[in-house]
């Protein structure tokens, strides 16, 4: 399941750097507004505060953030809608591999779909309620309105102190959300990346819990990683009978299968007991449990293996003189990649207001400073962790991909331009994309099993299905872009054209794109593959 938490990742990262994106532009704005405000004498300022003007302004100010959030709201939705797609279709098609030795046959996937549902349906609404209860309106009003008082009744010994201030005070707050629950206060994209996480690891267990009642299985195995939390950490890699899985998610001692004791035959064959008070799925947790056959399905991991990973995790690393465990260390990953991505904030704020005084521009040099600072940082423990297979995730520091964004290295577009070529809808609705998966599916005797998925005569489905290996293909770090000047390539229409681009993982799987990256040729199969 290593694939779906990256395709989970990777779509709930570019959910929340949309909200980031406009986070930026907001600070932008209220640069500007600070700045312009801040050449005003007394006098003026009354005049400004107390007229028509100085409402005005605050309205337009907010009208453009609306905008641009809601846009970022509508796109987010859609792309929700997709990774249910996406997720659900991944857990059907490896769920049919374990139907075969079953002799179960699932039934079509959009009952998969219609099971989980009520699971996307509370994502949506819950992901409502959070872009409705943002504080942003009333934050930016007040601390506009402090910012001018402050300059009228001269309670700082300077302007540049007043605007420091209102600096500090915006860049703090954000666009933040409210949980009314608890009263809890937190910035717009955590909150959203956060209960998205969650949210999606449960439409991926409901998706398994109906895969489980179709192939016929009586216990479940809960998965296992190398840098688990301390509470799931005895309980990863273990089988619960049903009823004992039950059990366990509500709080209460379960004991895990004695698999030994089982194939003996003995009658009581249930083990240890355990006891959790946060969900496996809930809260942040990745763990996901899997259906299991007694007496049919092996174990992912041996005893041995797991006693290896709780070892692996315990002995941890050292950073700055300090020991962490793999869990923690990897935590302080996520914390260093929020300071950035908020200091990044501070540092569009001021480089509105920093040529309004010379102490700004100090502020704005000390910002930059800070940046470079955390990403040096955050360098070295992503140099201290890649032995443990912990990857950065820079892109959560901006508020979008960079490396997304970037030019390729020697050639003069980006991964985004070589993206969109492969979305070209024609007059069918087809797309390159959608075109080359139905010709690389494994039902076409031709080709190998590379490309898998669902097939269907509906287009926009092949697309979501081809893209699905296409942001594989392209997100990976591990991708090899390798030109190829002589190889010799016809565009529709028979015209010649000279020189393509092959990108491909380790393995071989790929795509191919014309060298001056304007047209989308096709997908490659793994090497060592009947093609």
Known sequence: MAYIDEIIDRQISAIANRLSDVEAAYFTTAGNRLAQIYGKDNQQLAAYLYGLEYSDDIRKDMARVERQMNAAHRANIRDMGRLFNDVTAEVYDEGRELSQYTGNRLSPVTNYKQAASPLLMNAYRNYEVMARSNTLNDTYKKTVNRYINRLMTGEEENYPTALRKAVRELTAEGISTVNYKSGRSMRMDSAIRNSLMTEYTQIVQGVQEKL?????????????????????????????????????????????????????????????????????????????????????????????????????????????????????????????????????????????????????????????????????????????????????????????????????????????????????????????????????????????????????????????????????????????????????????????????????????????????????YGLLSRYNQKI
């Open 212 to 520: 489980g009642e179709e192939i016929g299985s009586d216990a479940i195995e809960i998965s296992a990683h190398a840098h688990s939390a301390e509470d799931h950490e005895d309980i990863q890699g273990r089988v619960f009978t049903l009823e004992e899985w039950d059990k366990l998610q509500n709080g209460q001692d379960a004991r895990d299968v004695d698999l030994e004791r089982y194939e003996a035959g003995e009658a009581d064959y249930l083990g240890e007991t355990f006891q959790i008070d946060r969900p496996i799925g809930m809260w942040n947790c990745r763990h996901i449990s899997f259906p299991f056959i007694l007496g049919v399905s092996v174990p992912s991991h041996s005893k041995e293996e797991l006693e290896r990973l709780e070892k692996q995790n315990e002995e941890g690393v050292e950073f700055h003189g300090k020991h962490y465990t793999l869990y923690e260390a990897e935590q302080e990953q996520r914390r260093l990649e929020t300071a950035m991505r908020h200091e990044r904030g501070n540092l569009n704020l001021l480089k509105e207001v920093r040529d309004v005084d010379p102490a700004l521009e100090h502020n704005y040099q000390q910002s930059k400073a800070r940046i470079k600072e955390l990403n040096n940082e955050y360098k070295k423990l992503g140099t201290v962790l890649e032995p443990h297979a912990i990857r950065m995730k820079k892109e959560r520091s901006y508020g979008g991909n960079p490396k997304w964004d970037n030019k390729i290295s020697g050639f003069d577009y980006t991964k985004r331009d070589l993206f969109k070529t492969a979305l070209v809808v024609d007059k069918n609705n087809n797309t390159p994309i959608g075109l080359a998966f139905q010709s690389h599916h494994p039902s076409n005797p031709t080709r190998d099993n590379t490309f898998t998925g669902r097939k269907t005569s509906d287009p926009s489905l092949n697309t979501e299905s081809g893209l699905r290996h296409l942001q594989q293909i392209l997100f990976s770090d591990k991708s090899v872009y390798k030109p190829r000047p002589d190889k010799v390539m016809y565009l529709p229409g028979r015209i010649k054209s000279v020189g393509v681009i092959d990108v491909r993982l380790p393995d071989g799987k790929g795509a191919r794109w014309s060298i001056d990256g304007q047209h989308f």
